[in-house]
C-alpha cells in the first residue's frame, strides 16, 4: 500500500491527485498528502506517474506499512526506469513483447 | 446537493479497455460520447496493471482459425458459441494495428508483435485514442444508478465527481456498461474498483446475468501481495514448509493442486527454472512482477518465497450482464454490455478466457456495444430507478468486506464447492444484503454502492452455483464430482431481493457452420 510521499522531493504538480484509480490523495498546502491509505489497491501506478520520484508504495496490499526514508531511497523511481516510463523509454525499451517466447520456453522446459 | 445536468448520446460507465473501445467506436459514429470513470481513464481497471495477450490469429490460411476455435470451443465444455469466437477474432486482429499511432508495437524482422500490450502503457494509449476522437472523459466520476424512462428503456444514469462532492445525471440516448468485473474484495491486482457496479445497475433496471456460477478462477501470487502477474511462475516449483517438492506442474491442473496443499499448509515456491537470460529482462517486460521482490529483498530465481491463491470473481471468471443480439444488447432496451462486465460464457465457456479471449473480447465487445449505442441517439425522460436509503448503518464498511471475503475467497469454500457449504454461505450474504440494501454504510453513495453490488454479485454467484448440481469448468462441485450430460446448458440469473435461477436452452452456432 501507499507508504510514502515525500514533500521534500515533491514538486506539487498534482498529476498523482489526479491518477490515483482509487482516489488515494487529497492536495494539501503546495503537495498533496496521503488522504485515504486503505483505498489504496497497491497497482504502484502513482509512482509511473510522478515525474520527481517522491512517491513509494510498498508491496503490502493487506495492510499499510511504515518504511524509513533513508532505506527505500535506493528503491525511489526504479518501477518507473524499468518501465520505460516517460523520459525513460529510450534507455529502458519495453520488452512486454517478448512474452510470447518466454511462455513457449516454459513449455518446452 | 443539487444535480448538474449533462445531455449526451451515448453514456459509456466505465473507462478500461471496453469502455475506452465503446467510446471511441461510438464516437467515431458521429455522436456525442461521455465517458464516465470511477478512477482514472488511463490507471483504473484489471487491464491496466496487467499486460494483456490478445487472442490473435491469422486469417490466413482459414484452416487456422477454424482449428482455434475448435479447440478452444471443446475447452468450453459445450457452453462457447464458434460465431462469437469467430467474431472476437476477426476484429481483434482488424483493431489492434490501428493503435500504432499511440502505443509503440515492437517489429522484429518485418513481423510487428501486435498480440501482447503493456497495460499501463496500452490504457494511457486508449486515454489518448479516446481524446484525439472526441469522447468527453470524466475521471474520478462513479455512477451510482441508471435512469429509466416510463417505456422502460434506459435513459441515462446518475453519479458523483467524487474529487468535487458534485452530484451529477447524464441523460444519454443510449447507456454502455463497461464497469469490469467483480472481484469479490480480493486485492487481486488493479481490481480495486471491480466491485460489480454495472451487474447491480443492470439488473436493478430489469436485464439478467449468464455464467454467475464460474466465478471462481484463483491465481497464484506472493503471500501479502497483489501481484497475480503469472508469466514466470509458467516455470514454477512448488515446495511445502519442511522443504518437500510438491507434485505440482503448471498447467491448467495448477490452481486445484495448489489449492489443495494450500488447505493442508504453507506453501512455497521457488523459480530457480527461469533461465538466466529471462531473469536479466524481466524487469523491462513485466516491471510489476519484479517490484515487490525486489521491495523485499527477495531473489525469486534463489530464494523460495510464500504463495497464496488470490480469487479472480468473475474477473478471469466467466459471469456477467447477459447479451441478446450481435451489438451487445442487454434485456433492457438501449442498455448494451462490453467487456467484463458483459458474460463471456459465449468466447470462453465453463472455462477462464484469461490469457487471449477475455482481452478480445473487451476490444471488440466493445466496439459493437459502442456503435450499436451510437444508434439510439433519442433522449428520453428520465426516472432515477435507485433504492430509497433511510436510517441508521447496521453494519461498517469493514464487517460488510470481511463477510464476502470470508465466503466467497477460500478454495475449501468456492473452490470446492458443495451443497451445504454454499448454502451456509448465501444465508450469510442474504442477511448482508437485508443489512445494507436501503441503508447507508459509510458516508459516501459511490462506496456503499459499490459494498451493495459485490455483495449482490455473491448472492447471484452462489444461487447459481448451487443450481449446477455437477462439475464443469471451473465450477467444482464435491458433492457432484461429474459432469452431467443433461447440464450442458447456460443458467440465466435474474432479481435482487428475489434471485431467479433459470436454465437457458439456446443453440450455439455448430462448428461446421463456420
Ligand atoms: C492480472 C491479470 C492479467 C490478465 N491477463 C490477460 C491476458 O493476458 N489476456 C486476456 O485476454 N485477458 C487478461 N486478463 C483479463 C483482461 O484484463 C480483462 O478481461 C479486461 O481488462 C477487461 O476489460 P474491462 O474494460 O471490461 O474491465 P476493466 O479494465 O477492469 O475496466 C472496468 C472499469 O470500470 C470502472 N468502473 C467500475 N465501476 C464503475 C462505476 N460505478 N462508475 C464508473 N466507472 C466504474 C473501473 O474503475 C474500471 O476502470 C487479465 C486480468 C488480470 C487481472
Ligand atoms: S505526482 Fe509526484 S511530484 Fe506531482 S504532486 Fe504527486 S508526488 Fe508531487
Ligand atoms: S498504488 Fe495505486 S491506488 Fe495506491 S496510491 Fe498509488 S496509484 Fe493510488
Not at chain 2, 501479502?224 to 505440482?248: K, P, Q
Not at chain 2, 459494498?451 to 449446477?468: E, K
Request: contains cysteine.
Amino acid at each position: 500500500m501507499i507508504a510514502d510521499l515525500d514533500p521534500s522531493i515533491c514538486n506539487g504538480c498534482g498529476v498523482c491527485v489526479q491518477i490515483c484509480p482509487a482516489n488515494v490523495f487529497d492536495m494539501g498546502a503546495g503537495t498533496p498528502v496521503i488522504a485515504r491509505t486503505d483505498d489504496c489497491q497497491t497497482c504502484f501506478l502513482c509512482e509511473l506517474y510522478c515525474e520527481t520520484d517522491a512517491i513509494y508504495v510498498d508491496p503490502d496490499c493487506e495492510a499499510p506499512v511504515a518504511v524509513d526514508r533513508e532505506q527505500i531511497s535506493p528503491l525511489r523511481g526504479k518501477f518507473r526506469r524499468e518501465s520505460g516510463w516517460g523520459e525513460q523509454a529510450a534507455e529502458h525499451p519495453n520488452l512486454h513483447w517478448r512474452m510470447d517466447e518466454i511462455f513457449r520456453r516454459a513449455r518446452e522446459a | 446537493m443539487s444535480r448538474t445536468v449533462y445531455s449526451t448520446d451515448v453514456l459509456v460507465i466505465g473507462g478500461g479497455l471496453a469502455g475506452c473501445w465503446a467510446a471511441v467506436a461510438a464516437v467515431r459514429e458521429g455522436v456525442r460520447v461521455i465517458l464516465a470513470e470511477k478512477g482514472y481513464v488511463g490507471t483504473s481497471g484489471v487491464t491496466a496493471t496487467a499486460g494483456p495477450g490478445h487472442w490473435w490469429v491469422p486469417p490466413n490460411p482459414p484452416e487456422l482459425r477454424q482449428k482455434a476455435i475448435a479447440e478452444r470451443h471443446a475447452r468450453g465444455m459445450g457452453l462457447s458459441d464458434p460465431q462469437w469466437m469467430a467474431r472476437i477474432i476477426d476484429t481483434t486482429w482488424k483493431t489492434l494495428p490501428t493503435l500504432s499511432n499511440h502505443y509503440h508495437f515492437y517489429t522484429e524482422n518485418g513481423v510487428t508483435h501486435y498480440r501482447g500490450l503493456r497495460g499501463p502503457e496500452y490504457m494511457r494509449a486508449m486515454r489518448a485514442l479516446a481524446i484525439e476522437a472526441g469522447v468527453t472523459i470524466m475521471d474520478q466520476s462513479p455512477i451510482h444508478d441508471l435512469t429509466l424512462a416510463a417505456d422502460g428503456s434506459v435513459a441515462g444514469a446518475v453519479g458523483e465527481h467524487r474529487q468535487l462532492q458534485q452530484a451529477f445525471e447524464v441523460k444519454a440516448g443510449a447507456v454502455v456498461m463497461a464497469t469490469g468485473g467483480c472481484a469479490f474484495f480480493s486485492h487481486l491486482l488493479g481490481s480495486g474498483n471491480n466491485t460489480g457496479d454495472g451487474y447491480r445497475m443492470a439488473v436493478a433496471a430489469g436485464a439478467d446475468l449468464s455464467g454467475m456460477e464460474f466465478t471462481n478462477y484463483y491465481t497464484v501470487a506472493p503471500v501479502r501481495s497483489n501481484m497475480t502477474r503469472s508469466m514466470a511462475y509458467s516455470f514454477a516449483r512448488y515446495f511445502d514448509s519442511v522443504g518437500r517438492e510438491l507434485d505440482i506442474k503448471p498447467g491448467p491442473e495448477v490452481n486445484e493442486a495448489l489449492a489443495k496443499a494450500l488447505m493442508r499448509g504453507k506453501v512455497f515456491c521457488w523459480l530457480d527454472r527461469v533461465p538466466q537470460d529471462i531473469q536479466a529482462i524481466m524487469p523491462h517486460v513485466q516491471p510489476n512482477f519484479v517490484a515487490p521482490f525486489d521491495r523485499r529483498g527477495i531473489n525469486p530465481y534463489r530464494d523460495r518465497f510464500e504463495v497464496t491463491l488470490r480469487g479472480e470473481g468473475t474477473i478471469r471468471g466467466i459471469g456477467g450482464i447477459n447479451v441478446i443480439d450481435d451489438a451487445c444488447q442487454t434485456r433492457v432496451p438501449g442498455l448494451f454490455a462490453a467487456g467484463d462486465a458483459a458474460t463471456r460464457e459465449l468466447i470462453a465457456g465453463a472455462v477462464s478466457g484469461g490469457g487471449a479471449q477475455n482481452s478480445a473480447w473487451a476490444l471488440s465487445s466493445g466496439q459493437w456495444a459502442g456503435r450499436g449505442a451510437a444508434r439510439r441517439r433519442q433522449i428520453r425522460t428520465s426516472e432515477v430507478v435507485s433504492m430509497r436509503i433511510s436510517g441508521a448503518p447496521l453494519l461498517s464498511v469493514e464487517e460488510v468486506v470481511t463477510a464476502v471475503r470470508q465466503e466467497m475467497e477460500p478454495p475449501a469454500k468456492n473452490m470446492f464447492r458443495s451443497d451445504s457449504q454454499l448454502r451456509r454461505s448465501l444465508q450469510r450474504m442474504d442477511a448482508v444484503w437485508a443489512a445494507v440494501r436501503d441503508r447507508p454504510v459509510s458516508s459516501e453513495r459511490w462506496r456503499d454502492q459499490a459494498l451493495r453490488a459485490t455483495v449482490a454479485t455473491a448472492r447471484w454467484s452462489l444461487n447459481a452455483a448451487l443450481t449446477r448440481t455437477e462439475s464443469r469448468g471451473m465450477h467444482r462441485r464435491t458433492d457432484f464430482p461429474a459432469l452431467d450430460p443433461h447440464q450442458a446448458h447456460r443458467l440465466i440469473v435474474s432479481g435482487m431481493d428475489q434471485v431467479a435461477v433459470c436454465p437457458h436452452f439456446a443453440l450455439a452456432t455448430p462448428l461446421e457452420a463456420l
